[in-house]
Protein backbone atom coordinates (compact mmCIF):
# COMPACT_ATOMS: atom_id res chain seq x y z
CA UNK A 1 0.00 0.00 0.00
CA UNK A 2 2.53 2.27 0.87
CA UNK A 3 4.51 2.23 -2.28
CA UNK A 4 1.19 2.75 -4.25
CA UNK A 5 0.35 5.52 -2.35
CA UNK A 6 4.11 7.26 -3.01
CA UNK A 7 4.31 6.14 -6.26
CA UNK A 8 0.83 8.06 -6.99
CA UNK A 9 2.29 11.09 -4.54
CA UNK A 10 4.83 11.36 -7.24
CA UNK A 11 3.32 11.17 -10.47
CA UNK A 12 0.46 13.32 -9.79
CA UNK A 13 0.43 17.19 -9.56
CA UNK A 14 -2.69 19.37 -8.64
CA UNK A 15 -5.04 20.27 -11.36
CA UNK A 16 -4.06 16.52 -13.12
CA UNK A 17 -7.31 15.61 -15.31
CA UNK A 18 -7.06 11.80 -15.14
CA UNK A 19 -9.43 8.95 -16.20
CA UNK A 20 -10.23 5.81 -13.79
CA UNK A 21 -11.81 2.57 -15.47
CA UNK A 22 -14.37 1.59 -12.95
CA UNK A 23 -16.38 -1.53 -13.17
CA UNK A 24 -17.41 -1.48 -9.68
CA UNK A 25 -15.59 -4.46 -8.20
CA UNK A 26 -13.30 -4.35 -5.38
CA UNK A 27 -10.17 -3.08 -7.05
CA UNK A 28 -11.47 -0.25 -8.79
CA UNK A 29 -13.40 1.03 -6.06
CA UNK A 30 -10.25 0.98 -4.03
CA UNK A 31 -8.23 2.72 -6.62
CA UNK A 32 -10.77 5.55 -6.82
CA UNK A 33 -10.32 5.40 -3.00
CA UNK A 34 -6.63 5.83 -2.52
CA UNK A 35 -7.17 8.37 -5.41
CA UNK A 36 -9.93 10.53 -4.18
CA UNK A 37 -7.16 10.21 -0.52
CA UNK A 38 -4.37 11.87 -1.73
CA UNK A 39 -6.03 15.21 -1.13
CA UNK A 40 -5.10 16.76 -3.73
CA UNK A 41 -6.95 18.98 -6.57
CA UNK A 42 -7.56 16.45 -9.39
CA UNK A 43 -10.43 15.99 -11.85
CA UNK A 44 -11.32 12.89 -11.65
CA UNK A 45 -13.59 11.20 -14.79
CA UNK A 46 -14.77 7.66 -13.96
CA UNK A 47 -15.53 5.92 -16.88
CA UNK A 48 -17.63 2.72 -16.94
CA UNK A 49 -18.24 -0.15 -19.63
CA UNK A 50 -21.22 -2.38 -19.58
CA UNK A 51 -19.95 -5.14 -21.64
CA UNK A 52 -23.59 -6.62 -21.75
CA UNK A 53 -22.34 -10.14 -21.04
CA UNK A 54 -23.54 -10.65 -17.53
CA UNK A 55 -26.48 -9.92 -16.00
CA UNK A 56 -25.44 -7.73 -13.11
CA UNK A 57 -24.05 -4.98 -15.04
CA UNK A 58 -27.11 -3.50 -14.80
CA UNK A 59 -27.12 -3.21 -11.40
CA UNK A 60 -23.49 -2.22 -11.33
CA UNK A 61 -24.04 1.16 -13.43
CA UNK A 62 -26.75 1.61 -11.19
CA UNK A 63 -24.67 1.14 -8.22
CA UNK A 64 -21.45 3.51 -10.08
CA UNK A 65 -24.07 6.30 -10.98
CA UNK A 66 -25.24 6.69 -7.20
CA UNK A 67 -21.67 6.34 -5.76
CA UNK A 68 -20.03 8.44 -8.71
CA UNK A 69 -23.47 11.14 -8.16
CA UNK A 70 -23.08 11.36 -4.39
CA UNK A 71 -18.68 12.28 -4.45
CA UNK A 72 -19.68 14.45 -6.89
CA UNK A 73 -17.39 12.84 -9.78
CA UNK A 74 -17.77 12.99 -13.32
CA UNK A 75 -19.27 9.72 -14.94
CA UNK A 76 -18.91 8.55 -18.61
CA UNK A 77 -20.52 5.44 -19.18
CA UNK A 78 -21.28 3.59 -22.62
CA UNK A 79 -22.60 -0.08 -23.28
CA UNK A 80 -21.18 -2.57 -25.96
CA UNK A 81 -23.59 -4.14 -28.40
CA UNK A 82 -23.13 -7.53 -28.51
CA UNK A 83 -21.94 -8.62 -32.74
CA UNK A 84 -24.80 -10.67 -33.62
CA UNK A 85 -27.62 -12.15 -30.67
CA UNK A 86 -25.86 -14.56 -30.02
CA UNK A 87 -22.38 -14.06 -30.47
CA UNK A 88 -20.16 -11.65 -27.64
CA UNK A 89 -16.53 -9.98 -28.21
CA UNK A 90 -13.57 -12.20 -28.38
CA UNK A 91 -11.31 -10.58 -25.66
CA UNK A 92 -8.66 -9.17 -27.79
CA UNK A 93 -11.90 -7.39 -29.29
CA UNK A 94 -13.25 -6.24 -25.81
CA UNK A 95 -9.99 -5.02 -25.29
CA UNK A 96 -9.55 -2.64 -28.24
CA UNK A 97 -13.21 -1.41 -28.19
CA UNK A 98 -12.53 -0.89 -24.09
CA UNK A 99 -9.13 1.27 -25.33
CA UNK A 100 -10.85 2.94 -28.09
CA UNK A 101 -13.66 4.58 -25.61
CA UNK A 102 -11.10 4.97 -23.07
CA UNK A 103 -8.67 7.07 -25.61
CA UNK A 104 -12.41 9.07 -26.69
CA UNK A 105 -12.85 10.32 -23.24
CA UNK A 106 -9.10 10.89 -22.46
CA UNK A 107 -9.45 13.22 -25.22
CA UNK A 108 -12.38 14.84 -24.48
CA UNK A 109 -11.24 15.51 -21.50
CA UNK A 110 -7.96 16.27 -22.34
CA UNK A 111 -6.65 13.77 -19.28
CA UNK A 112 -3.25 12.83 -18.70
CA UNK A 113 -3.65 8.92 -17.60
CA UNK A 114 -5.91 6.24 -17.67
CA UNK A 115 -5.81 4.39 -14.23
CA UNK A 116 -6.46 0.71 -14.31
CA UNK A 117 -6.87 -1.41 -11.59
CA UNK A 118 -4.79 -4.48 -12.36
CA UNK A 119 -3.12 -5.52 -9.75
CA UNK A 120 -0.21 -8.07 -8.44
CA UNK A 121 -2.22 -10.66 -9.18
CA UNK A 122 -3.05 -10.31 -12.49
CA UNK A 123 1.10 -9.08 -13.06
CA UNK A 124 1.41 -12.93 -11.58
CA UNK A 125 -1.68 -14.58 -13.96
CA UNK A 126 -0.29 -12.69 -16.93
CA UNK A 127 2.98 -14.01 -16.65
CA UNK A 128 2.22 -17.38 -16.33
CA UNK A 129 -0.32 -17.23 -18.97
CA UNK A 130 2.51 -16.26 -21.37
CA UNK A 131 4.99 -18.78 -19.85
CA UNK A 132 2.14 -21.79 -20.87
CA UNK A 133 1.82 -20.38 -24.87
CA UNK A 134 5.59 -19.77 -25.22
CA UNK A 135 6.56 -15.85 -25.06
CA UNK A 136 9.70 -14.33 -25.28
CA UNK A 137 11.80 -13.03 -22.67
CA UNK A 138 10.25 -9.17 -22.99
CA UNK A 139 6.50 -11.09 -22.74
CA UNK A 140 7.85 -12.63 -19.55
CA UNK A 141 7.91 -9.72 -18.08
CA UNK A 142 4.29 -9.38 -17.82
CA UNK A 143 2.85 -5.58 -18.27
CA UNK A 144 4.73 -2.11 -16.93
CA UNK A 145 3.22 -0.05 -14.52
CA UNK A 146 3.32 2.35 -17.10
CA UNK A 147 2.80 2.30 -20.86
CA UNK A 148 2.84 5.38 -23.28
CA UNK A 149 -0.13 5.72 -25.40
CA UNK A 150 -0.23 8.31 -28.43
CA UNK A 151 -1.45 11.21 -25.98
CA UNK A 152 -1.56 10.03 -22.82
CA UNK A 153 -0.13 7.05 -20.30
CA UNK A 154 -2.01 4.00 -18.79
CA UNK A 155 -1.45 3.50 -15.09
CA UNK A 156 -1.47 0.04 -13.29
CA UNK A 157 -0.77 1.52 -9.48
CA UNK A 158 -2.45 -1.39 -7.54
CA UNK A 159 0.29 -3.74 -9.17
CA UNK A 160 2.19 -3.34 -5.62
CA UNK A 161 -0.73 -4.96 -4.24
CA UNK A 162 -2.50 -8.46 -4.08
CA UNK A 163 -6.28 -9.21 -4.33
CA UNK A 164 -5.93 -9.79 -0.30
CA UNK A 165 -4.34 -6.38 -0.07
CA UNK A 166 -7.20 -5.04 -1.46
CA UNK A 167 -10.01 -6.42 -0.25
CA UNK A 168 -8.07 -5.48 3.28
CA UNK A 169 -7.72 -2.27 2.23
CA UNK A 170 -11.75 -2.26 1.45
CA UNK A 171 -12.99 -3.78 4.59
CA UNK A 172 -10.45 -1.45 6.81
CA UNK A 173 -11.60 1.75 4.54
CA UNK A 174 -15.10 1.15 4.06
CA UNK A 175 -14.99 0.79 0.54
CA UNK A 176 -18.71 -0.71 -1.15
Known sequence: MKETIAYLNSLLNEND???IGLSGGPDSMCLLNIIE???KNIKIVCAHINHNIREESKEELHF???YCKTKKLTL???TFKKKSPNQDFNELELREKRYAYFSK??????AKYLFTAH??????E????RISRGSNLKGYTGFQIETKKEN??????????TKEDINQYNIENNIP
Open 37 to 39: SLN
Open 76 to 78: ETT
Open 64 to 66: IED
Open 126 to 129: TILM
Open 152 to 161: YKVIKPLIFM
Open 119 to 124: HGDDLV
Open 17 to 19: TIV
Open 105 to 110: IINKYK
